[in-house]
Structure formats: C-alpha cells, structure tokens
C-alpha cells in the first residue's frame, strides 16, 4: 500500500506499510520515519525488535513497581499523606478499567514507544479527577491553536473530537521534536534508520533460510551405483538420522560412500555481528544498560551494584519527569504545598543484608526510630517499657536496649528504668488507695 513518496539517498523511496493494504495506516503511522530501506518504522513494528520491546519493557515494569509517595510541605516540614484523593487515584483506583501498576505501565511505555503519554482526566461535578484513562497515542494529534495546545481524538473510523485542552487531558512527553512546540519524540524513531536495516536484515535472513534449496550434506556413493542403490542409501540415512531424536548419532558408511557437510551457518555469514551491534545502538539509543542485554566478559558487578547505576542513571531521570508532569498540573498538585514522588528505595537495596545495615544505622544515628523502622517492615510497635518483675516474666519480649556497636549508657538506662518503676509505684499505689 502505497503511502507517499519521499526521497532518500538521491533515489526514489516508496514509503510502504507492513500491515498489508486492507488495514488503514494510522496516524502514528502516517508520521513514521521513511529509512533507506524504504520502510517506515512505526512503534507497532519496532517493537518486534527483542531489543527494543526488552528496553521497553525494562523500564515500563521497574518503574511501575515503584509506588507513588504523596508529601504535604517541603524539608523538614514534609510529611507523607496516604488519606488524600490524589494517592487514591494513583496507588488504590485510577479506574474500573485499570489498577495502579497498569496505569505506570501504559505510561512508561507510551513514553518509550512513542515519546508521549496522553491521559484522559474523568471528573466529577466539582471538577476533582476521579478516574485516569490512558489514550492510544496513535489516536491522537497535537496541534498549536494560536500559542494553546489542543488534542484531536480520534474516536473511531469516522469520527474526531476536536479542541481538547490540557483540562482535559493530561500530556507528557519525553525528548522535544525538532521543530515542535508541544510534540515529544523518542529514541525509537531517532534510530528509525538502523532499526529499517535491523528489520531489513532479519527479513534478508528468513527469505533466505526459507528458500534455500541446498541440502545440508551430499552422500557420494562409488561409479557402479544406479538409481536403486542411491534410493536405497538415502532410506537408510533418513531411518536411522533423520528428525530430532536422531540428532547427534553417528554415521557409518562403506564401498566407498564419502560425506561432505553444505551451508553455512549464521556466524559464516556474519548476522550475528551485525545483530549485535544494532543490540549496542539500540541500547544507546534507548538510554537502557548494555550490560543487560549483552553480558560482558568481565566479572560483573552485584546485583545491587546494577541495581543502583540503573536506578540512578538511567530511570530516575524518567522517573523524574512523570513526577513533575503530575506535580504542574492544576488538577493533581500545582499551586499547593502537596507533591507526588516515586519511591525507589526498595530498588536501590537489592538484598536483606543492606536493607538490615541500613535500617541498622539509621536507628544508631537518630535518624530513624525503631518502631519506624518497625512499621516500614510491617511489625507491630515495640511493648511499653516493663518493670524488672514483668522482664522477669517475660524473657524474650524486650530487644535489646543498647543497639549493636553502641556504647552501654548504664546512666541513661537506669534512669529511664527508674522512671517506669516510679510511674507503676504510683499508679499501683492510687490503685489501693
């Protein structure tokens, strides 16, 4: 199906479908980039690449993982808030058609396939989102309508909503477009033109294989054999190494039969070393670690290691920008004291051990207390300080006062233990009076 016609490298190139001419291109698609192989590589396409639909995947599944935190003022003043509306559409009900993972999945994942996330926010009568309904970016157009950004739908085959503002729905995006105000791009179609070569090559190499007469070996049997002894020999090797459960065994041939092995494989022709270093570019391209998808032939590191320089470089900054799309917007948080944030730190500590170390040295330096720490491990509170009579009758029951590492405050301890006597003699007293 013949779209248009542009021109690339000097020649002529016919911009073509891959969804056969009776599907109708979609505006996503009508904007593809044309690569010299002739192709317009749209998001639907690119994502057959295992590379790509692995970077995708990559980031869309941590960072949906990730819960959104919601904060009431600012430095020493910010208190987290679990009671308001915006952590219950975020985190507990987006929509009937949706929970919270999902709605981070579509979104990270529209952003890395098609460098915009478009969502529709449903409100009640008061004009308080109630509901957020991710829209197919493919069914949307961006224009400039004197300086405002306005969206076209499209509903379905016939029909176009014109005019919806930001109000109504809100718009990430990821890399600016050249050339466009309000429209993001992504690494997909920055790399359109090695993703064509990718798509080309892999296509190259499944016509190849699929029509390639050449058997994989020749039997040659001696002068004197006619057409029943070849028949002869060729049902005797296909009984005895022909279909899988036969692989591996080995032949014996006499009166002067000679085996000679034909074909190449894909390293001989070399589609190996080209698929790998479309993975390095695509990898790049996407701003995801090579190291996952090409293991390197060093050591590596720990997981918490890689856990942490994938936290830090490359899906904060991601992180960062959802956050601060949610965070301008007048309906979710602008112009108030309140703010969403991702949570990453189970991320960054892979492992119990400096989860432990960690919670361990907040606890010793003031930071945190431990029945904080208690609560973020899903414990109840510590017992209420117990006289040495009831320490007595319950061995077990009271960690240790002096954490591991600490100096003993003998002082510190027999004063606070003072303290819980005196508060029990006394109420035992006004007890019996």
């Not at 492992?351 to 491990?377: F, K, M, P, W």
């Not at 006062?401 to 004063?415: K, L, M, Q, S």
Request: hydrophobic fraction near 40%.
């Amino acid at each position: 199906m013949l779209l248009e016609q542009r021109t690339g490298g000097n020649r002529p190139v016919e911009a073509r479908t891959d969804f056969g001419s009776s599907t109708p291109p979609t505006w996503a698609m009508m904007s593809g980039s044309v690569t010299p192989t002739g192709r317009i590589v749209s998001p639907n396409l690119a994502v057959t690449v295992p590379t790509i639909v692995g970077a995708i995947q990559l980031v869309a599944s941590s960072a949906a993982a990730l819960p959104f935190t919601i904060y009431h003022g600012l430095g020493n003043a910010k208190e987290p808030d679990y009671k308001t509306w915006q952590y219950t559409i975020l985190e507990t009900y987006p929509s009937a058609a949706s929970d919270p993972f999902q709605l981070k999945h579509d979104i990270f994942w529209d952003l890395e396939n098609y460098g915009n996330a478009f969502i529709l926010k449903v409100k009640d009568k008061k004009g308080i989102p109630i509901e957020l309904q991710m829209l197919d970016p493919e069914r949307i157009q961006i224009r400039n309508d004197d300086g405002e950004k306005r969206f076209d739908v499209k509903v379905d085959a016939g029909t176009v909503f014109k005019g919806a503002t930001p109000n109504d729905i809100l718009h990430i995006k990821m890399l600016p477009k050249a050339g466009a105000r309000f429209t993001g791009t992504c690494g997909i179609k920055l790399i359109a033109s090695r993703l064509g070569a990718e798509l080309s090559a892999s296509e190259w190499e499944g016509r190849f294989f699929a029509n390639d007469a050449t058997p994989p070996l020749v039997i040659t049997l001696g002068e004197d054999a006619g057409p029943d002894e070849m028949r002869e020999a060729y049902d005797s090797w296909q009984s005895v190494h022909a279909g899988p459960y036969n692989a591996g065994k080995p032949a014996i041939v006499g009166g002067g039969a000679k085996i000679e092995k034909l074909g190449f494989n894909l390293a001989d022709a070399q589609l190996i070393e080209a698929h790998n270093f479309n993975v390095m570019d695509f990898c790049r391209a996407m701003n995801v670690p090579i190291v996952m998808f090409i293991p390197p032939h060093t050591k590596p590191a720990s997981a918490e290691d890689e856990a942490l320089i994938y936290s830090t470089f490359y899906l904060a900054p991601r992180l960062r920008r959802v956050e601060s799309a949610f965070n301008s917007d007048p309906d979710f948080f602008a112009y108030n004291d309140m703010w969403c944030r991702f949570d990453q730190r189970d991320m960054i500590r892979a492992n119990t051990l400096s989860a432990a170390s960690a919670n361990h040295l907040y606890v010793q330096d003031g930071t945190l207390l431990v029945d904080e720490v208690r609560a973020d491990l899903g414990y109840d509170a510590l017992p209420a300080m117990m006289t040495p009579e009831d320490m007595a009758k319950n061995p077990g029951k009271i960690p240790q006062i002096t954490p591991v590492g600490g100096a003993p405050n003998d002082a510190a301890f027999n004063a606070t233990l003072a303290t819980a006597v005196d508060k029990t003699d006394d109420s035992t007293s006004s007890t019996k009076t």
